[in-house]
């Protein structure tokens, strides 16, 4: 099978030796600079050749192990009817980020974001039994969200290439396999990439821990933050990490003393006036939980995580309580709250607010604190919620040892959606018992353009772009020196490469110094260089790794039979 | 190489009996029918398993010839900034047909109908000099139209898929070149999809014939017309025919002389009062160009098509005439308007119209017709143009054969844009004369999920879909009949087939009748069928050809032997 050459004189790829101006991250630099990509507005790229090459090369592994775990490929519209979208509040939630359009006849439609409503409406038409289930349905396909701040080139771009699949099922277990089975995929499908990626956990235990799970490849580019445990094998989104409060040493505390402390609103000021670490401070924060007030107490060196504060307590809304709040509600002194005075108002509390522990905290009184106010003694917890942002050395909830804050990029993300969308639509299938079932679904994402700057990302170096082999737009780069001589022998080996079926692209172009064209073989980042050089009269090339920079002189016959492997 | 088989238990397919209520053509019908396709919106469709498979192979044939004439594969966005298609004008031209939004800001987007603008901005980007062309970019991308009145399924979407390729010469040379290389492929792509298909001429003379061409698939439920000669190879688009005028007999025609005609303002009319066929006429219709009014002469019989007349005059405006126009002009007598009185009027005329032949026309008094007036003689006819709607039987131009009318497809066009859009971006290389070289382009397309529509509309018969081997959705369609014998039969079958590298789709459905199986195998249309039924135990199958119907009895291995080819 006989692979095609690509010529440089003829591939439309125009190197830069700068980094475009508006470029922040490696991967958007490089892929510019190499002629991947080019783009035509914010968040809009354009992929050229040797991009698109690479995107589908990414495409094909990602359909090869959907395949093989028995998903089948479908192709849906990008432009939505506005309907389905109504029908799950989804037209409204999301807000400014989804493109919406009109038709000639005024009718209103979507460019799709993700498609879980039109997967389960065309479930409910095809599927009407529990025989026709499980069943996996997948696409490769452009999807649109008009993010409100694209950057970073392909990493988080409006229009965007997105494997999409969706599983439905009749039982949590059959859900549970079909989850496993794209767990499994995905694992196989990065490890081909070679993106070295972390699963950790999307949201905390009350989902069930296992419900949903991102796919990470960190990368100091990345727009996410996880954590991870330098010790043991854990993983978590940030937004996932719980805290496993130790019991506290059974001391015998003093009675609570009020302390005179005038103007001294905040922790920072409190620790400083009394001389002690902000640790040893309550902090409380005051909160509306649709309009009613609540109290959130954490330790004073920590902060509240409101995102997930909110995903705790939604469906409920969470706002910050403004100076109108404290109004005609002399129990509410601001500054100096503290949660022994608090009478009725709901108090939850960080886990290490643990009964027995002793804090310094507000005495409800203009200027006074109060010190050795004991959780459990003097206030009680209505909920301990695990909403404190995570910091270094934190303590990993496997091991006990300190975790560690790394930037990722998000590539995959899988998701135990259950019945909430068959839920909107109906979607029952006749169950085996005869009678009609809702059906459980999954949904799972890869972003592919994305997969491609991740790549990017983790493995070029300060001369480029440097593909993992299956990846490569090409397999082997030949570099014509530049005489007569040379350029006859590199079209003369790059036409036995391509015999073997090796992918090739050869640079003989005319009038272009050797310098450039190996700069340009190191910045375009095909795994392999070849070079007919200084020695091509006796018939020697350079063989050449990208990666390692290892370089060796052979004989033609020799380095061929090498790349062939 | 071993393929998959797919098994129908597991393929998410569900066959109908009836045509849908709202499917006029054949291929909508058997399309949605057989499961290839769902509709979502007007003209916005799903592809399915069964649908995606054969997309795809479609789309594999197109990018393999594209490929083969050195094109370049890309891929850009579908969401465009308004600021390209602003400069050409086509922002406001393309009218309602056009998908506009709005991002978050409010700046103005489309979805890409074609995207000329953003090619040329590209190679303008990344092509400098003489030696950078020529080039020919290709994509395979959904693009948008917001048709007036999408119908007859996929043929005529909103949403659709296309390959859209564009070549970039600096000389007219070169640009003919690259068309006449698209003109091959296109050949060989549609020879290879099975699609029987005529290139036609897509517009006159006028732009040098071979300007722009079309690719037709016969068939009734298309939406063009075009004509054909039934002795030579002559065809073209009904827009593009021309008329050869023959010289007229030379006759000596008598004086003109007035006829009193009241009451007979149409054809209708004048020939009955008269009692001469209206094809001995001369109608005169008055236009409006630019607000000026301008009279065209065909013979009676004949209508004048007025897409053609504008065409012609562009880029004046045509206007039909109204009553108010009359006014102040008693030179024009409504309904008995004749040449030979209309004084500074332009006269257009059909090539019919040819010097020396007489008609019965209008005297330009009311109520009074001449006869016997002579083109060359009575009046003069100041531009011959061929406008009038080509009718069966018309003389073709390149033998004089009778022509016959007949309806098609448009599944691809080669186009040769010259300048127009190099002009508006300045798309300029240096030369090889060291000087700006202006940029000449080309345009081609090809629908490709059209053809899909087109292929079957051409191969389907009543029993359903029948797909050529290259573009079905399987090589063999296996039926187990239905009993635990046939069954393991021909789940053995299915294996050794697609050991031997052939696509196998093995209908193994439990509980499912063998005349359903059979019907839904037709309905399917994959090429060949293999049937394990009655004499399964003596390991005999049922080998059918899905299109000629015939059928054999073959020991298992000898019908391996004869599908494997």
């Not at 002629?35 to 495409?59: F, M, Q």
């Not at 403004?322 to 949660?339: I, K, N, S």
């Not at 014509?480 to 079209?491: D, F, M, N, S």
Request: a negative charge; one cysteine or more.
């Amino acid at each position: 099978m006989a692979a095609q050459v690509q010529r440089m004189s003829r591939l439309m790829v125009k190197t830069l030796r700068d980094d475009p101006a508006d470029a922040e991250t490696l991967s958007h630099k490089l892929l510019v600079r190499a002629g991947y990509v080019r783009r035509n507005a914010a968040g809009i790229w354009s992929w050229l050749p040797l991009g698109k090459k690479v995107l589908e090369n990414v495409s094909r592994v990602v359909r090869e192990e959907m395949d093989a775990i028995g998903a089948q490929e479908v192709l849906l519209p990008a432009v939505l009817p506005k309907e389905p979208y109504e029908a799950t509040g989804r037209w409204e939630e999301y807000g400014p980020e989804l493109f919406r359009l009109k038709d000639r006849k005024g009718a209103d439609y979507l460019l799709g974001p993700t498609h879980e409503e039109i997967f389960t409406l065309l479930v409910k038409d095809q599927c009407t039994s529990y025989k026709d289930l499980p069943v996996i349905l997948y696409q490769v396909q452009s999807k649109y969200r008009d993010e409100a701040r694209p950057r970073s080139g392909i990493l988080r771009g409006r229009e965007f290439l997105m494997k999409d699949s969706y599983s439905f099922d009749t039982t949590d277990e059959g859900l549970a396999e079909s989850y496993a089975l794209h767990r499994e995929a995905y694992i196989k499908i990065f490890q081909r990439l070679g993106l070295d990626h972390r699963i950790v956990s999307a949201v905390s235990g009350a989902m069930g821990g296992s419900a949903s799970e991102e796919f990470l490849a960190p990368a100091a580019a990345g727009e996410d933050t996880f954590v991870h445990c330098t010790a043991c094998d854990y993983a978590a989104n940030t937004e996932a990490v719980t805290f496993v409060a130790e019991p506290p040493a059974a001391v015998e505390h003093p009675a609570v003393e009020e302390l005179d402390t005038p103007d001294t609103p905040t922790i920072e000021t409190l620790a400083e006036h009394l001389g002690v670490p902000a640790s040893a401070t309550l902090k409380n924060l005051l909160v509306k939980v649709d309009g009613e007030i609540v109290a959130v107490g954490v330790p004073g060196h920590r902060e509240v995580d409101l995102g997930k504060l909110s995903d705790h307590l939604a469906p409920a809304e969470v706002e910050l309580v403004t100076a109108e709040d404290f109004t005609g509600r002399p129990d509410l002194v601001r500054g100096y709250v503290g949660p022994q005075g608090l009478g009725k108002v709901r108090y939850l509390a960080d886990p290490r607010i643990a009964a027995g522990t002793a804090w310094i905290t507000g005495a409800n009184k203009e200027g006074v604190h109060a010190r050795n106010v004991v959780a459990g003694r003097d206030f009680e917890v209505d909920e301990y919620v695990d909403v404190v942002v995570v910091e270094d050395g934190d303590p990993c909830p496997k091991c006990g040892t300190g975790l560690k804050l790394d930037r990722a990029i998000e590539i995959g993300h899988i998701f135990q959606l259950g019945r909430k969308y068959a839920d909107a639509f109906q979607l029952d299938v006749l169950g085996q018992n005869g009678k009609p079932t809702r059906v459980t679904m999954g949904s799972y994402g890869i972003g592919v353009s994305r997969a491609v700057a991740a790549l990017a990302e983790q493995t070029a170096d300060e001369q480029g772009l440097c593909w993992p082999a299956e990846i490569a737009p090409a397999d082997v780069h030949v570099v014509a020196a530049g005489k007569a001589l040379q350029t006859e022998l590199a079209l003369d080996v790059s036409a036995q490469l391509a015999e073997a079926g090796l992918r090739v692209l050869v640079d003989e172009r005319p009038g272009v110094s050797p310098g450039v064209k190996f700069t340009d073989a190191e910045l375009i980042g095909v795994p392999k260089i070849l070079v007919a050089g200084r020695r091509s009269a006796e018939g020697i090339v350079e063989l050449k790794d990208r990666r390692t920079g290892e370089r060796e002189e052979l004989p033609v016959a020799e380095a061929i039979a090498r790349l062939r492997g």
